[in-house]
């Protein structure tokens, strides 16, 4: 059975540092891996890190070229932040297959570019689905560290996928080594974990630069943690989840690289810099590369339109910061002052 | 059914079923023999449970005799014999559910059930209503066929096809028997509750149409079993069939949310059986269908039950209207009479992994490209099955069957009269729906024109809803005011019922069956149409009905 799980190609869409380093994962156990990215300078720098890619200049010539036989098991890694998936899962759409297995680790909701009103929360698995004939989408979630794949320093991840398949093909690659992956069957809520978590690691960052001290920053942690846990369970989620790693487990180790740049980026955001600033600071594109901004926003947005349960205390203060719409002292002051109502889905303090 | 095919089916379920359950065992290293035992120690306690009960069950003794024969095996059998014993027991189940089937009466049936039909639909004295209503409209107006018709057509050509409708009344299945009939395609297999078969004209027709029996008295699960492999054997034989995937008919008036797909599943492993076998007509299509009614024949008997016990709706009801030929004579009468329409609208084919498909039976991904199919079930170049694989893409299919009802659910004037009077209920009264229901409020009734207000607010949001293509609507609704629609509506609550929704006395409109006016509202229910009643702040209104549709929301 073993040999029959293992990946035949693996294809990486994307040189993010997550992305790399998945494909030196990959490549460390033997596995063929094309990648792409769209940037030249990206694509050698991947290949300095990790010997043995092919280089490939077309999303095409990257998943055609890798001519995964029917049946075979192909991995297909979407290493781009939430701004860039809709248009790599677009472009991947044309040459997906049915029987690839598709992950990527976004931890961001996708921003809605047109109003629908009876749109839907645009989520990572669900961007991909849109364009893609694919159905065995994974997502990689709790306190990724990049660096720490290649190290052999312990590391914890959970994969989450309504199938088995892409939970066996990463465990069979890791077994064995220094990567413990957690099976978990809600993609939902790994996925909210991770995108609210960023929007949580500004809240934290603006009180650090306000100096709030430690309690504050707990008290929004967990605030944070608790609004999404009751928005996702609207949505379908498992509430465990988010006592999970993917949940708590994500929250406490503050050097994950996403939890910091948005914590830097809450923290210029409490010093009174511009948004587009602080975006700019923190090395983002545009406002728009902020994943926590984003999905605060987005969450807002569909709450409003369809109603939630959670009240999104949070989520909306850090919306109304980014939105420019009150200082971040008021912001903040706002939520603290708050009663800390955990709700049902998490019982009450 | 061929005759000869009825028989293929039935040794091929024995077969299966004795093989996947010995295969089951041995992969799991469990004893063969003490693997078959269970399972039959299970039959025997639940069929000697249910004929305890089942009093009135026809073959009740043949069926004691029956069990009773194979309990005297268990403990002592050898695995051969066992295995033996499990293969009579799976014919026992497989021959009641397929019945009598005859192929001469089959052929009959389907030639005379154009006329038969319309003589039943048109209140069993043709001549009688035609003298009083010379201008009466035939079936064939009464009954109107939307959608996807040539697609579908067409798709019957490129492979097996499932019909998978909304499911509202017992006379569902016969409505669309007719349907597909005139879509020219051969009559389909469906499952019907063994209770139909009670009235004895519809148990004729439906017998003849194709209907099989189920007895959901039974729970052994080895009946279940034999069941679905029935249904998954009829499609690798290339028979269209008919699935409910809402189960039982839904009690509260609101469109299936939350599908049942244990059957709607046999499509994937029908699907790669085919590929296994090199079959030529491999593939298959399911197919959305709803079913729109002005009034539901049903509507008080199900409401009832939705409320007497709330979060079930899983009694077997056996005395409904339905039962009455004389009720069901007279229900279509005055839906005739009315000139009422009912919708029967068909969408687009889907392949069993949720994506839709071409009019040659191509499957297509989001974006209108070729996917080929077969590469969601292949391992190693393999077809094969995978239990829990399967369920993720049957679910997909489900959220597409679901999307797609929402879709095609056609809303007429009584629905739209019952939203906007129980609304303003709700708003006016500000209790917990549940005591509304029960108790009822300090208000019960309300000035015209407030009705008028709210109807018009519905009607504008049902527009643009159907402009965007979320909804479809019946011509009184796309094109009256809010005074013709209500006159409408209020006439044909007056029509049939036995309990009238809706009375006018003077210009006050009184909401004189709750119960009724909430189950016509449900239909409206998970499109979010009272965010803004009674003002643009916001109504507060929760949805009536909790997710899965089948509970009601206990808080306010």
Redesign the interface.
């Known amino acids: 059975m073993a040999d029959a799980q293992k990946p035949s190609a693996a294809v990486v869409l994307g040189a993010g540092p997550l992305g790399v380093a998945i494909a030196g994962v990959l490549r460390a156990r033997g596995i063929p891996v094309r990648l792409w990215a769209r940037r030249k300078a990206a694509r050698d720098a991947a290949a300095d890190v990790v010997p043995g890619l092919t280089l490939c200049t077309s999303v095409e010539e990257a998943v055609t070229g890798a001519g995964v036989a029917p049946g075979a098991i192909g991995i297909v890694v979407l290493g781009v932040p939430a701004s860039g998936l809709p248009e790599v899962a677009e472009a991947y759409g044309h040459f997906a297959q049915p029987d690839h297995i598709v992950l990527h680790a976004v931890r961001g909701v996708c921003s809605t570019s047109t109003q629908v009103p009876d749109g839907n929360l645009q989520l990572a698995h669900r961007v991909i689905r849109a364009h893609t004939c694919a159905r065995k989408i994974g997502v990689l979630g709790g306190p990724l560290y990049a660096p720490d794949l290649s190290n052999p320093k312990p590391l914890a991840v959970v994969l989450a996928s309504p199938f088995n398949e892409p939970f066996m093909a990463v465990a069979g690659l890791t077994a064995g080594g220094s990567i413990k992956v957690h099976q978990s069957y809600d993609i939902v809520g790994v996925e909210l974990a991770g995108a609210m978590s960023n929007v949580s690691a500004i809240a934290a960052g603006v009180a650090e630069g306000l100096d709030l001290g430690d309690t504050a920053v707990g008290v929004l942690m967990t605030r944070g943690l608790s609004e999404t846990a009751q928005f996702a369970q609207g949505l379908g989620a498992d509430v465990r989840t988010f006592f999970g790693l993917a949940g708590v487990g994500d929250l406490i180790p503050r050097h994950v690289a996403s939890t910091e740049r948005h914590r830097e980026f809450g923290a210029l955001l409490a010093k009174g810099t511009e948004v587009a600033v602080a975006a700019k600071k923190v090395g983002a594109v545009s406002a728009e590369g902020i994943e926590g901004m984003v999905s605060a926003r987005e969450v807002v947005r569909y709450a409003d339109r369809v109603g939630s349960r959670s009240k999104l205390v949070l989520a909306r203060a850090v919306n109304a910061l980014c939105s420019d719409k009150a200082s971040a002292a008021d912001i903040l002051d706002g939520v603290l002052s708050q009663h800390l109502e955990l709700g049902p889905a998490m019982g009450t303090v | 059914m061929r005759a000869e095919d009825k028989d293929k089916i039935l040794t091929e379920v024995q077969s299966r079923v004795v093989e996947s359950t010995i295969e089951g065992a041995k992969g799991s290293g469990r004893d063969v023999r003490h693997a078959l035992e269970e399972i039959l120690a299970d039959s025997v306690y639940h069929e000697r449970r249910r004929l305890r009960e089942d009093r009135k069950s026809p073959v009740r003794d043949q069926d004691k005799l029956f069990w009773r024969a194979v309990q005297k095996e268990l403990g002592t059998a050898n695995e051969r014999t066992l295995a033996d014993v499990m293969r009579r027991a799976v014919r026992h189940y497989a021959s009641e559910i397929c019945g009598n089937f005859d192929d001469r009466v089959y052929r009959v049936a389907t030639k005379v059930l154009p006329t038969a039909l319309s003589v039943l639909l048109n209140s069993i004295s043709p001549k009688r209503l035609v003298t009083k209503f010379p201008q009466m409209p035939g079936i064939d107006e009464t009954v109107v066929l939307q959608g996807e018709t040539e697609h579908v057509r067409k798709l019957h050509e490129a492979g097996t096809v499932v019909f998978a409708p909304t499911h509202l009344s017992n006379l569902d299945s016969i409505i669309l028997g007719y349907s597909i009939f005139r879509l020219g395609l051969p009559p389909v297999i469906y499952g019907a509750g063994l209770n139909l078969f009670t009235n004895p004209i519809m148990g004729y027709f439906m017998r003849n149409l194709g209907a099989y029996t189920v007895d959901r008295r039974k729970r052994d699960p080895l009946y279940k079993t034999v069941l679905k492999e029935y249904a998954t054997l009829t499609l690798e034989h290339g028979y269209d069939n008919l699935f409910f995937p809402g189960g039982t008919r839904g009690r509260s008036g609101a469109l299936e949310r939350r599908l049942k797909l244990g059957l709607m599943g046999t499509t994937v492993t029908a699907y790669t059986n085919n590929l296994r076998t090199r079959a030529a007509r491999p593939k298959l299509f399911v197919v959305p269908v709803t079913l729109s009614f002005k009034l539901v024949l049903e509507a008080e008997t199900l409401i009832d039950d939705f409320l007497k016990e709330v979060g079930k709706g899983r009694y077997i009801i056996t005395d409904d209207e339905f039962s009455k030929p004389t009720r069901v004579a007279d229900f279509f009468r005055q839906l005739i009479r009315m000139n009422s329409r009912m919708y029967v609208t068909f969408g687009r084919g889907h392949d069993p992994?949720g994506?839709p498909v071409d009019e040659q039976g191509e499957?297509l991904?989001?974006?209108g490209?070729f996917?080929?199919?077969?590469?969601?079930v292949?391992?190693?170049?393999?077809p094969v099955h995978d239990t829990?694989?399967d369920k993720?893409?049957t679910?997909?299919l489900g959220a597409r069957i679901g999307e797609a009802f929402s879709k095609y659910n056609v809303i007429q004037s009584t629905h739209v009269l019952a939203r906007a009077m129980f609304t303003l209920l709700r708003l006016h009264n500000r209790t917990d729906i549940v005591r509304l229901l029960r108790v009822g409020g300090q208000v019960e009734d309300m000035e015209l024109r407030e009705v008028y207000r709210e109807v018009d607010r519905v009607l504008s949001e049902l527009r643009g809803l159907s402009d965007?293509g979320?909804i479809m609507l019946d011509p009184v609704v796309a094109r009256s005011d809010a005074e013709d629609l209500v006159a409408d509506a209020i006439s044909a609550f007056a029509s049939y019922h036995a309990r009238q929704a809706v009375t006018r006395k003077g210009d006050r409109l009184f909401a004189s069956d709750r119960n009724l006016l909430f189950y016509y509202h449900n239909r409206l229910e998970g499109y979010?149409l009272d965010?803004n009643a009674g003002g643009d702040s916001g109504s507060g209104l929760?949805p009536a009905l909790s997710d899965d549709h089948r509970t009601l929301r206990r808080s306010r």
């Open positions: 992994f994506n499957s991904d989001p974006n490209r996917v080929d199919p077969a590469r969601y292949l391992q190693g170049g393999m829990h694989r993720q893409y679910a997909e965007r979320g979010r965010r929760l």
